[in-house]
């Protein structure tokens, strides 16, 4: 089959299965001129399924990293809010949002972490509404991801571009299973067994889970009244969608207090354009106390500079070390996929759905309930395959999780 077919497949999976297309709906397209072929495939479907009017906004990496080295500094801090204050609207009217991630690692290499920090925090303080209707479920929406030249070189970088792009796209298609005959069936199986997992996690209701490799030392305190959610989420009408594509992750909420211990990451993260590498957190009553980084400590230190909550974990989630994209054998630079290749932590903001009834709750009662709430999130990978854990049931009954890095049952 040629890219083209399989990009129509995967455009028609992104709007059936990611964001569940409904009649007359309206959808925001959030991407990036990498991917015109795949955005127009996206509103050519979109309309042809059913759409009301597809909204696309469309950046460009050159123009964003011209305005990163070159705009005053104060006009990184000054934000219009036309847009994000119009994909609101939209938002509270239903629409759903499509994002597509163009990986570009090494964009904003050269730009100072000041500047790129005073620039993020901007966009993070007036996008905050538009984030909060995301987190909590309230509308559907998606993120799959494109390839790039950049991304491909540096997955690829012996390879010569057009092969490397090829060969990148064949372990996308492969990892979101847009390679098998139905896409959309082998989704509904892949959501229903995560969602099972789900339902035996939720039953052991556990109190604690406790890490231990040899790059992880932990004891995180599970939130009470937590849910596990993996697979898809449902829409505050009740419309199942899928938020990443690919996924194999089930994650809940932490006791905002309740972490101690140290972690050190497995696999690099790519912060604004930036590589973070080989670094580690101390935590202490759920706060990171101490960290270091081998690459990108600036970067790093600046997100955990948004604000309080950024210090705190929101998000731990279970990946099995054998999953799919795990067996690519690959490291895909690129959150998205490689989150979803091991077991992670996010810190920052937690979804407030990981707890029952939080869809509901104010700002103030979640943070009662110890579920952190920041401006940021950002997940970072502390899976191994020699991972092992067990959870702590509330009358202190300790079950095996995690054996060698897999599910243990
Ligand atoms: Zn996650
Ligand atoms: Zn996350």
Redesign the pocket.
């Known amino acids: 089959m040629d890219n083209l077919s399989m990009l129509e497949k995967y455009a028609d999976l992104i709007l059936k299965k990611g964001i569940n297309l409904q009649p007359n709906q309206n959808v925001i397209l959030k991407s990036n001129t990498d991917a015109m072929d795949l955005n127009r495939l996206i509103v050519k479907r979109a309309y042809e399924l059913g759409a009301f009017h597809v909204y696309v906004d469309i950046g460009d990496d050159e123009i964003s990293r011209l305005h990163l080295s070159l705009a005053p500094e104060e006009a990184l801090e000054k934000f219009y809010t036309y847009k994000i204050d119009g994909f609101t609207q939209m938002l509270k009217e239903d629409a759903a949002l499509i994002s597509i991630a163009c990986p570009n690692i090494d964009l904003f290499k050269d730009i100072s972490p000041l500047r790129l920090g005073k620039s993020n925090k901007a966009s993070a303080i007036a996008g905050k509404e538009f984030g909060s209707i995301i987190s909590n479920q309230d509308v559907c929406w998606t993120i799959a991801s494109y390839v790039t030249d950049e991304w491909a070189r540096k997955v690829f970088p012996d390879l010569e571009l057009s092969y490397a792009k090829e060969k990148l796209w064949e372990k996308v298609y492969e990892a979101t299973r847009v390679n098998l005959k139905d896409p959309i069936k082998a989704w509904d199986e892949q959501s229903s067994s995560l969602l099972n997992r789900c339902a035996k996690l939720n039953e052991h209701n556990f109190k604690y889970l406790e890490y231990t490799s040899s790059t992880c030392n932990l004891k995180i305190e599970l939130v009470e009244n937590h849910v596990w959610l993996g697979g898809s989420g449902k829409n505050k009408n009740g419309v199942e969608f899928i938020p990443n594509i690919p996924t194999e992750e089930v994650?809940t909420v932490n006791d905002k207090f309740g972490i101690d211990g140290s972690v050190k990451s497995t696999k690099p993260l790519n912060l604004s354009g930036v590589m973070v590498t080989n670094f580690s957190f101390d935590f202490k009553d759920g706060r990171i106390v101490d960290f270091s980084a081998e690459t990108g400590y600036e970067v790093l230190k600046n997100y955990l500079d948004i604000d309080e909550g950024a210090r705190y974990i929101g998000?731990v989630?279970l990946v099995p070390f054998d999953s799919p994209i795990s067996k690519t054998n690959m490291i895909f630079e690129n959150t998205l996929f490689d989150?979803n290749a091991s077991c992670?932590l996010?810190f920052g903001r937690a979804y407030p759905s990981c707890i029952k009834g939080g869809d509901k709750m104010s700002e103030d009662a979640l943070s009662e309930a110890h579920v952190n709430r920041s401006l940021t999130?950002?997940?970072f990978m502390i899976g191994s395959d020699d991972l092992s854990i067990f959870g702590i049931e509330q009358d202190g009954k300790k079950i095996e999780v995690f054996k060698k890095g897999n599910w243990a049952f």
């Open positions: 994650f998000e989630a989150e992670h996010a999130h950002i997940d």
